[in-house]
Structure formats: structure tokens, C-alpha cells
């Protein structure tokens, strides 16, 4: 039985660095939270166009029609796939936002809350599941603006306002009681 949990173990921790070496320029922004740079961006069409996507994800709706979004490229497959899955995933990622496991972070992120009552009213297999789930829409998030940046020519130094954008545009989404982290860094409930 320890062979197996050793391996559980080994094959978790290959996932997590195999993800941290995939997202390659980002891990350091993701560490490090710039100050977002609006000066390259067009800041109106990227809110709107931000609001969209997340108001399409959170309805579910895999197919969001991209073409009526003015002034930003969205037409890449790389785009499409990451909002496909993150419609998919959405009901899980609500459901770990209503039972208040998980924050919609000031960087473009989300994050489980790792506490007491966290660790009390889930399993071992229900915490590496709900790790897997939290890896991949940050994995998709990561796509989808790395996506606009590509897609677009913009400058890399607009990838802090690009998490900034989609962060204040997922605030609008939240519902009362989810969490999310304030630009000062607390955590608190809507």
C-alpha cells in the first residue's frame, strides 16, 4: 500500500513541475505580480472582450461567438481550446467557489484556500482532485492570455494587464459568498 501512495505521490509531484516547466516565461509572473502596463493595450475593447469570455464561461457555452468582439484577435485554436475546457470545468470551479474552497486571485488566478475546514470537510482524494481541477483552468487562463499576446503582437509587458483585465471581468461573475483576493492582497467575500 506505501508503494502505491509513493507512487500516487510521484506521479502528483511529476504533473505539478511538468505544468510549472510548461508555463515556462509565465511561472516567474506568477511568483512576481507586475504592476499592469495599459500602455500597448486597447483598454476598452480588452475589458469588453475580457467580460465576454467569462460571462460565455460561466453560462457554459464551449462555442462562444468570438467574431463580434472588435479590435482584439481571439480567432486562434489556442483561445478556442482554453475557453472550451474552462466552459467544461466551469460548474466544478463553482462549486468549489460555493463552498468557499477556493479565490479568484489578483493576478488572473485562482487558488484553494488551504485551512483547517478546507482539510476537515474534504478527503485526501477530494483535495488531489480539486488540485487538478485548480491546475488546469490556471493552465487554461495562462493559454488565454498568453493567447491574446500572441494572437495580437503585443508587448510581453502586457501580460500583468491582461491578468488584470480578466480578473476584474471574473469579479463581475462571482456570485455572493465566493472569494476573492482585493488589489491590496485580502482575501474577502463578495
Known amino acids: 500500500m506505501n508503494r502505491n501512495k509513493t507512487k500516487l505521490t510521484l506521479s502528483l509531484a511529476s504533473i ?3 505544468s510549472m516547466l510548461c508555463s515556462c516565461g509565465t511561472l516567474f509572473h506568477s511568483i512576481v505580480h507586475i504592476a499592469p502596463d495599459y500602455t500597448q493595450l486597447p483598454q476598452d475593447e480588452l475589458m469588453k472582450a475580457a467580460q465576454y469570455i467569462e460571462q460565455q464561461i460561466a453560462a457554459g ?3 462562444p461567438d468570438l467574431s463580434n468582439i472588435k479590435g482584439i484577435n481571439l480567432d486562434t485554436p489556442q483561445i478556442k481550446q482554453a475557453i472550451r475546457t474552462r466552459a467544461i470545468r466551469y ?3 463553482k462549486d468549489l467557489l460555493d463552498k468557499g474552497f477556493v ?12 485551512n483547517r475546514d478546507y482539510k476537515n470537510k474534504t478527503t485526501r482524494q477530494q483535495r488531489d482532485k480539486n488540485a487538478l ?3 488546469g483552468e490556471n493552465n487554461d487562463r495562462w493559454a488565454l492570455y498568453e ?9 510581453s509587458k502586457s501580460l500583468s494587464a491582461i491578468q488584470d483585465t ?5 469579479l463581475d461573475c462571482l456570485q455572493p459568498g465566493h472569494k476573492y483576493q482585493t488589489p491590496d492582497g485580502q482575501i474577502v467575500q463578495k
Do not use: H, P, T
Open 91 to 93: 460548474e466544478l470551479i
Open 166 to 170: 480578466f480578473y476584474r471581468a471574473r
Open 61 to 63: 457555452e464551449r462555442e
Open 133 to 135: 481541477v485548480i491546475m
Open 16 to 18: 505539478v513541475l511538468f
Open 103 to 114: 479565490c479568484e486571485q489578483n493576478n488572473g488566478l485562482i487558488s484553494i484556500i488551504r
Open 147 to 155: 493567447g491574446i499576446i500572441k494572437a495580437n503582437n503585443y508587448s
